[in-house]
């Protein structure tokens, strides 16, 4: 009845376009006031207090600033000239740049929203320019976004970690190996789809080795920020928050050399910071609280204890979970998607015996997959915002072999869990 009664609420507030916060809120607030004897709105205040104030929070604002720095300075513009003079011999030559790029800038950035938009900017002038079948090169842009929170540091990750009081660092380090392999699966399905159709390929982009040797001072910055905020992390001398900060300072000191920093830029940075942020922000402290009234009126515990009496194996009920995140990844939008569930799913996946860390690597693929699946996919919708013509369903066409991938990648994550889980023995 809890979950009935959950469900219908939670369905009639998206339907009537509330926003994200708020109804994740009037969700805690209407299951509190139906089925616990205790006002439990009156702990918001506390609630949101001590949520608000974790110092594992302000991670996400200093990734989101790290990102916005790396846009508006032209960084990224750089490192996409670089990969493409230098993956241009290879069939679907620009492809694979968007790829490329998008994995590095996903390992500063941390949020897919960011890369995609940033690479959809700085390539699809070059799409136009060298003759791309602009359906398969706006699908790769699409979908190399996604490894903007599955490479670390990714922000939906922290989410994770700080809803499920995971070690933030091991789910960075599990991240990396699966991130790798999804880039280069994409990078092989377009070798494969440009052998098949050479006609969608464009022309190769002629360059030299001199001009390949000058580009790689143009991917030295975003290299350099990594191993600052990534290193320090694992080097011992910076928690996940202080490494942000560091990334924060180098990416700062970057921009300055490239003669990219001023008053606009800055108030820029700040403005997109602050309003990315702030609705990160809102959505975790209502999801805290709905976590905190869920797990007051004994959902969690029910349905942790009727899936562990059901007739099924471990494995098949992993089955039914991903089954769930595919469909509603259709509808839900992704950060939303995750907050709302996994302070229902995560308790059942550990009692399951699956390792939380695993899990938050799947859901983070799961995720992917619904960032590029419609009619909800938020990266189809920024790629076309940005493209500016023709039709969303051309994007949505090219994103089609991505997300093959994506579900492929899946597959080998329950064939394979050390695959994300090796790196992590190496760290407490």
Known sequence: MIVTVALLVLLALLLLSIPVAATLAALGLSLGGIFSPFPLYRAIGEIAWSAGTDFLLLTIPLFVLLGEILLRAGIAERTYRALYLWLSWLPGGLLHANIATSALFAATSGSSVATAATITTVALPQARKFGYAESLFSGSIAA???????IPPSINLIVYGFLTNVSIPRLFLAGIVPGILLALLFMACIVVICLVNPKIAGRRVETTWAQRLGSLKDLLPVLFIF???????????????????????????????????????????????????????????????LNFVLASIGLTTMLTEFVNGLDMTPMATMAVIIAMYVVLGFFVETLSLMVITIPIVAPVVTSLGFDPIWFGILLILLIEMALITPPVGLNLYVVQGIRNRGSISEVMIGSIPFVIMIALMIVAMLVFPNMALYLTQFVN
């Not at 976004?145 to 599955?150: A, E, K, M, P």
């Not at 928050?241 to 921009?255: D, F, K, N, Y």
């Open 144 to 150: 190399g976004g996604t490894l903007g929170i599955l």
């Open 227 to 289: 191993v600052i905020v990534i290193g320090s992390i694992y080097a011992g001398l910076a928690t996940p928050t202080e490494s942000a900060a560091l990334g924060v300072i180098t990416a700062l000191v970057i921009a300055a050399s490239y003669r990219r920093l001023n008053l606009q830029v800055l108030r820029d940075v700040v403005e997109g910071t602050m309003r990315t942020s702030g609705m990160i922000m809102l959505i975790l402290l209502a999801a805290y609280f």
